[in-house]
């Protein structure tokens, strides 16, 4: 079994900050992408980052304000979120891509979601 847990949503002003947590658990072998998608109210979900084992790649309407990172050591996933806009509204949904033994083959796992509202 694995499981994702993600922390730190809420609610946050126009302009502010939130940084936002994903920690994975279980049977783990190795992991590869580390990554975060987000649905906001009425819309389609979308895809926001990826922290591959040796780069980090963002989505256009995020580049320059978030920041994705990662602890292999923890197994965890960061999304640190700068100069959010009300439109970042979404609940976000981080994902791991996780071999939980050598012979099996990478499956996405996918945390349970958590709110961001930005609203003044």
């Known amino acids: 079994q694995v499981q994702l847990v993600e922390s730190g949503g809420g609610l946050v002003q126009p302009g502010g900050s939130l940084r936002l947590s994903c920690a994975a658990s279980?049977?783990?072998?190795?992991?590869?992408?580390m990554g975060w998608e987000r649905q906001g109210p009425g819309k389609q979900r979308e895809w926001v980052a990826v922290a591959t084992k040796s780069s980090t790649t963002y989505a256009s309407v995020v580049e320059g304000r978030f920041a994705i990172s990662r602890d292999n050591a923890r197994n965890t996933v960061y999304l640190e979120m700068n100069s959010l806009r009300p439109e970042d509204t979404a609940v976000y949904y981080c994902?791991?891509?996780?071999?939980?033994?050598?012979?099996?083959?990478?499956?996405?796992?996918w945390g349970q979601g958590t709110h961001v509202t930005v609203s003044p």
């Open positions: 994902y791991v891509d996780i071999l939980r033994t050598r012979s099996d083959i990478f499956r996405r796992h």
């Open positions: 279980g049977s783990i072998f190795s992991i590869t992408d």
